[in-house]
């Protein structure tokens, strides 16, 4: 019986000419980057218009809602934390040893001078909850063969009103992702350059973010190590835990 | 007036030392009268162009609005009742929408707040008519202030993001059509003016505004509910606490400045006392008491802030009267502080002030130099003939 839904499963995407549909691929997208509990050392490299800055931080993620980042370098950021509880944003910076909230205007601002805004570190809904997808062709991108999906907001407080993702058939991850504003201007584009599979899971290791308003050259972020389902005590997302 | 002949030919005779004293004294009160006339003068043009430019006679602020949270800005909207959008109508309200945004000249992301008006406003000074253009991208006008920080001029088009009531990014090409010169740098820095129906759309907020200004002649025009008023004494407060606080600088310069005149005639007195023990003994062998000796070495002090105060009209009412003409460059970029002030401050002098500062630096002076003429008192008379020291 088992066997029997498991193959009623995949039988989609075994049969030749079958395309599946927008909510199934945002679904299994969701599956794959969605997890539980991990914990995860990353490098952004924020590619200024005249230098480059590098930074590392690592980070404490439980499910959607939740998450600490502590920068472990360079020495000026050495030490500055984020929390996110929910909708509220945390920051800790040890030069003044404050504990400010970001919210408001604060968060539409650029996150350590990335291409990243402090809202999209907000964003942590899934993709299937919020928008509803539609399959409009395959390309290939980094040779790698893909569903082209345009996404559109069936709730009204997203983000971004819509978007373009080009999905890997194979691994179902989203390997290019443009991001609209409501008038359709494109404001920023994600890029996976590097992916890697861990347990039964693909996932990015480098990635590029542009903001297209701006005149940057993107932020390219690494994941050098992550591990899923790890135990993560409890403090770690409290605001107590900032100043620690 | 015996006393007042004696003390000024005294003085006379002292010439040279009586004129330094005279010079320094009249310097302070100069600077004094100019310090408090330029302060003035700065605190009458900054009311006056807060409310010509920004608050009319006086503002409605939705309950949620605080300007020094910008936490509250998101929230702080509402819609206009038919009342209110009546009294708009007949020119006694005008609305401002404000909205935070992002714009993104020469591709460097900036925070700017947005405020929406209406063109056709007469309310205020702001040059509001100017928000015209085509429909292919939202007029904009800018102030000198923020046209010199985001490098923009008139024709240049830049991308504005916003969030509307949802909180969904949207984004749009703004033509800066006018750049206006204020000096009142908080409707200037870093905010960008458009049309209040174009923000209203944009934010998705038909009919509602965050700030309701009263004209000059209506003022405060009863409760409106959701909308707390704010006078001016409450708007203006920023104004009179710089203002304050700048008049306890000036203060200080005053104070440096009637020390040093006032040790100058401190000298002189002790001087005179102990250089003039024989007239003084002289004084009282012909039948003067002490205290009328003692009076007139005070009143000899006491006419330098007199003879101080007619040299310091001489040289300086036309001096004050060319300042207040020609007024007084501040400094480049001052204006850039977030304070309202001219490029050029006019000094406004008050008769109040100038008898003020006389009186002032005469009851001092007089104090000063009544000070060390106490020790003509305790003076022995014959020991003072022979000039013998005491």
């Known amino acids: ?244 | 007036m015996l006393a007042l002949k004696l003390a000024y030919r005294n003085l006379m005779g002292a010439k040279l030392r009586t004129w330094l004293n005279m010079i320094v004294l009249s310097m302070a009160f100069l600077v004094i009268i100019w310090n408090k006339g330029l302060l003035n003068g700065w605190d009458q043009q900054a009311r006056r162009d807060t409310i010509d430019w920004e608050i009319g006679g006086g503002v409605y602020w939705q309950e949620n609005y605080d300007p020094y949270d910008p936490y509250t800005i998101e929230d702080s909207h509402g819609r206009m009742s038919d009342v209110t959008l009546k009294a708009v109508e007949d020119g006694k309200l005008t609305p401002i929408l404000i909205a935070q945004a992002s714009i993104y000249p020469e591709g460097r992301v900036q925070s700017v707040s947005m405020r929406g008006i209406d063109p056709a406003q007469a309310l205020l000074d702001l040059p509001a008519n100017k928000l015209t253009g085509d429909n292919s991208s939202v007029p904009a006008m800018i102030g000198q202030r923020a046209a010199r920080n985001f490098k923009l001029n008139v024709g240049d088009y830049v991308t504005v993001r916003w969030r509307d009531v949802n909180g969904t990014f949207d984004a749009k090409e703004m033509q800066i059509v006018h750049i206006f010169k204020t000096n009142v740098s908080t409707i200037d820095a870093r905010v960008v003016w458009v049309p209040l129906a174009d923000l209203q759309e944009m934010m998705q907020m038909p009919t509602e505004t965050t700030l309701l200004v009263t004209s000059q002649e209506a003022g405060f025009q009863g409760s409106i509910p959701g909308w707390i008023f704010k006078d001016h004494y409450f708007l203006l407060t920023e104004i009179r606490e710089m203002i304050e606080m700048k008049s306890v600088s000036g203060q200080v310069m005053f104070l440096i400045l009637m020390s040093l005149a006032m040790l100058a005639i401190f000298d002189t007195q002790v001087l005179s006392i102990f250089r003039r023990q024989k007239e003084i003994g002289t004084h009282i062998a012909l039948g003067m008491t002490q205290r009328q000796v003692v009076a007139l070495f005070t009143i000899e002090g006491a006419m330098h802030a007199v003879l101080a105060a007619i040299l310091a009209a001489l040289y300086g009412f036309p001096l004050l009267y060319l300042q207040a003409k020609s007024g007084w460059s501040m400094p480049e970029g001052t204006d850039d502080f977030g304070m309202t002030i001219a490029d050029i401050v006019y000094p406004s002098y008050s008769l109040g002030l100038v008898v003020g500062t006389t009186l002032i630096v005469l009851i001092t002076t007089t104090i000063v130099s009544y000070l060390p003429a106490r020790r003509i008192s305790k003076m022995n008379p014959t020991d003072a003939i022979r000039g013998k020291i005491q």
């Open chain 1, 1 to 244: 019986m088992k066997k029997i839904i498991i193959v009623l499963a995949i039988l989609p995407w075994l049969l030749p000419g079958q395309t599946p549909t927008g909510s199934e691929i945002l679904q299994q997208i969701d599956d794959n980057i969605i997890a539980g509990n991990r914990t995860a050392t990353s490098t952004m490299i924020v590619h200024g218009r005249r230098a480059s800055r590098t930074m590392t931080a690592k980070s404490w993620i439980q499910g959607t809602d939740q998450s600490f980042t502590e920068y472990l370098a360079p020495a000026r950021e050495r030490g500055t934390k984020m929390l996110k509880l929910g909708d509220q944003l945390w920051m800790y910076s040890p030069q003044s040893d404050r504990t400010i909230r970001i919210a408001g205007h604060m968060l539409r601002q650029s996150m350590m001078g990335s291409d990243l805004s402090y809202e999209d570190m907000m964003e942590d809904r899934s993709l299937n909850a919020t928008y509803s997808a539609t399959v409009i062709g395959s390309e290939i991108i980094r040779d790698r063969d893909c569903w082209v999906l345009e996404l559109v907001a069936t709730v009204e407080d997203v983000n971004y009103h819509s978007r373009k993702i080009w999905v890997d058939k194979e691994r179902m991850l989203g390997l290019k992702e443009d991001l609209f504003a409501k008038s359709g201007k494109l404001l920023k584009t994600t890029e996976i350059q590097e992916v890697f599979k861990i347990d039964d899971r693909w996932y990015p290791r480098r990635m590029i973010f542009k903001d297209q308003l701006s005149k940057g050259k993107g932020t390219e972020f690494i994941i050098d190590e992550i591990e899923f389902d790890a135990h993560i005590p409890d403090y770690i997302f409290s605001k107590a835990a900032l100043k620690k």
